[in-house]
């Protein structure tokens, strides 16, 4: 009986206890509700703080560098003070080819500085660049590069803008060869270079001011450039330009003063990166980097040939006239790459482009005069040529009348050519000689023509010897128009007949890419 009294009083305490407590929390929570401030009515109420960030990790430094080896590659970085305009601070990234001990390869004294590109500072660590990478691992030569602050607002200022002198940062690239050089107990040698966009125009500006410490050069789209003092330095170079580039004339003047002072030096123009969503000529595409890894991996081969030492131009093995090639393999690259202006048949009717293998169509591009070279234009011939297609340009000049005569006797050479008799053939044309484009192929009766592309072209022509409109119940070819502005077309049935709205203001490159292949695709209208 006493057991069960002694339960239940140990209960009532327990109760007693849980109902004092509650009375506790009832009133902390009305004193804490009378202290809340009173908002006025429709006030916002303010969210919740977020929790606190972990702390960044700490910067590597000289002494304690971020490293990893990846695929045979040490991939390094560090920063380091340097007190310059933009840059308080600022990191090296470096790239060694090592072994699978992590030891340097004999192939690591070869180095190649990479000067970036203005605003590459804020989405890409130095180092990180899959083809600076993919360069590093494929020669077996070691690279660096350095994470730059630039606004291109001080572009033409000497003392602030990175790719002069006068900026300060040439120091600091020689400095850093020197720092990696003794980290990894490398022999010293001259360093190759290469750049994108103001980084091209840092890789010139870097010969002329110290030609005794590069062995050569290769950019992409540079344009601010100083010229050497001496008379010639003898460097190698390559110089190229997406045409349509600002720099593209600067890069080729450039190329003509110093092959003048007897400097090897090459320059070329190439297609836009197909794969950009925006309309850009300027920014390096695929050819560019193919270019430039042979050209880049044939002057380490020389070199290494050469005891580590550029040999005399007069001892190189490969050129044609005033090009110099450093190896056999880049000699046939360059002879086979696309050009802006194509050699002109024997005929003197029609030029044609290089293209890869036999081919397996056959495209007959009309254009005139003005624009003959438009990049658009010159970007339709690169992508065909990529393709695996046999481009043929077909220049009537402006006068669209006696272009006629020209585009028939040019077409029915090409259509008769030995070397393409057995390829299916695609039409394609520009402006006004869209017009003869597609008057001529649906005249022609000699051979079967797949399809006619035409862009920005007049259906309709009060002259009725160019009006398509006139011949078009003639031919049952198909055929598709792009205009800038449809208007009356959009709803407008014609057979065997497209017409496609291509606004030029929502063009990228992209888009562009997919046109130029879509006009050698056999689909039905």
């Known amino acids: 009986m006493q057991q069960n009294n002694g339960k239940k009083r140990t209960f009532q305490i327990l109760i007693t206890i849980c109902v004092v407590l509650g009375v506790i929390r009832i009133a902390m929570f009305i004193q804490e509700y009378r202290e809340r401030p009173v908002l006025p009515p429709g006030a916002a109420v303010a969210p919740a703080k977020p929790p606190p960030k972990p702390p960044k990790p700490p910067e590597p430094t000289e002494d304690k560098p971020e490293e990893k080896i990846e695929n045979g590659l040490l991939i390094g970085r560090f920063t380091f003070k340097a007190s310059l305009p933009f840059n308080e601070t600022s990191a090296v990234g470096y790239l060694i080819p090592v072994d699978d001990a992590g030891k340097p390869l004999p192939g690591a004294a070869d180095m190649i500085f990479y000067a970036p590109v203005g605003g590459e500072w804020r989405r890409t660590k130095p180092g990180a660049q899959p083809w600076l990478q993919r360069l590093a691992r494929e020669n077996s030569c070691s690279a660096f590069t350095l994470q730059i602050s630039s606004d291109i607002d001080f572009t033409d200022e000497r003392k602030i803008y990175y790719i002069y002198p006068e900026a300060g940062w040439f120091d600091v690239i020689f400095k850093m060869q020197r720092k990696i050089a003794k980290r990894f107990n490398l022999p010293e040698r001259k360093l190759i270079i290469t750049g994108i966009s103001a980084g091209g125009s840092m890789a010139q500006n870097l010969i002329a001011a110290h030609p005794e410490k590069i062995d050569g050069a290769v950019w992409n789209g540079g344009s601010r450039y100083d010229m050497p003092s001496r008379k010639s330095d003898h460097i190698p170079r390559l110089m190229i330009n997406t045409w349509g580039c600002p720099g593209e004339k ?186 003869v484009a597609a008057i001529e192929a649906m005249r022609y009766s000699g051979r079967e023509i797949k399809k006619i592309t035409l862009f920005d072209t007049v259906y309709d022509s009060p002259f009725p010897d160019i009006s398509i409109a006139n011949h078009r119940a003639s031919s049952r070819i198909p055929l598709r128009i792009y205009l800038n502005n449809i208007g009356e077309f959009a709803g407008r049935k014609i057979p065997d007949t497209e017409f496609l709205n291509a606004s030029s203001s929502s063009l990228t490159n992209q888009s562009w890419h997919a046109r130029c292949v879509a006009t050698v695709e056999p689909e039905t209208l």
């Open 250 to 435: 600067p890069s080729a003047e450039l190329t003509d003063q110093l092959r003048q002072r007897g400097v090897p030096a090459l320059f070329t123009a190439i297609g836009a990166d197909p794969e950009l969503k925006l309309l850009n000529h300027h920014n390096p595409g695929p050819d560019y980097y193919f270019l430039m890894e042979k050209y880049i991996a044939g002057l380490i081969r020389l070199r290494r040939e050469n005891n580590g030492k550029m040999p005399p131009l007069k001892e190189w093995k490969h050129r044609d006239g005033l090009d110099y090639f450093p190896d056999a393999e880049f000699a046939e690259v360059w002879r086979k790459r696309l050009t802006v202006q194509p050699p002109m048949d024997r005929s003197g009717l029609f030029g044609v482009y290089p293209h890869p293998g036999a081919g397996d169509r056959l495209a007959i591009v009309f254009t005139e005069k003005s624009n003959a070279e438009n990049p658009l234009t010159l970007d339709l011939f690169y992508h065909l040529s990529r393709r695996g297609t046999v481009p043929v340009s077909i220049n009537i000049g402006d006068d669209l009348l006696g272009g006629s005569v020209r585009g028939r006797r040019a077409l029915a050479a090409v259509m008769g050519d030995e070397r393409w008799k057995k390829l299916p053939v695609y039409v394609v044309g520009f402006g006004g000689a869209g017009q």
